[in-house]
Nanobody
Framework: QVELVESGGGLVQPGGSLRLACAASGTVVVVNTMAWYRRVLGGDRELVAKVYNGGKTNYADSAKGRFTISMDNAKTTAYLQMTSLRPEDTADYYC??????????????WGQGTQVSVSS
């Protein structure tokens, strides 16, 4: 089994910063990609940022220049550094990872989500 554990959400004032972390554990052979999605109340889930095992990254237009996604050297933990936060960044943030295990092959896994609130 594979588990994704997210951390780092919370309440921050506009203009502030937060760093989210997502750690993969279990029968991981290779983490191919890790990404953060977010969903505002009543809205659809949208991609925020994605990082590939080789280092390539993709960002939503709303995240470019403010958010940075990265992976640790072990390639099992992803970080989303968020700066210049805005009230419209308030959402539930979900980590997802495409992970190869010997038993399942490459499968997409999801974390439970962490809440980010940007408010004065």
């Amino acid at each position: 089994q594979v588990e994704l554990v997210e951390s780092g959400g919370g309440l921050v004032q506009p203009g502030g910063s937060l760093r989210l972390a997502c750690a993969a554990s279990g029968t991981v052979v290779v983490v191919n990609t890790m990404a953060w999605y977010r969903r505002v109340l009543g809205g659809d889930r949208e991609l925020v940022a994605k990082v590939y095992n080789g280092g390539k990254t993709n960002y939503a237009d709303s995240a470019k220049g403010r958010f940075t996604i990265s992976m640790d050297n072990a390639k099992t933990t992803a970080y989303l550094q968020m700066t210049s936060l805005r009230p419209e960044d308030t959402a539930d943030y979900y980590c997802t990872a495409n992970i190869y295990t010997w038993r399942e092959g490459s499968v997409d896994y999801w974390g439970q989500g962490t809440q980010v609130s940007v408010s004065s």
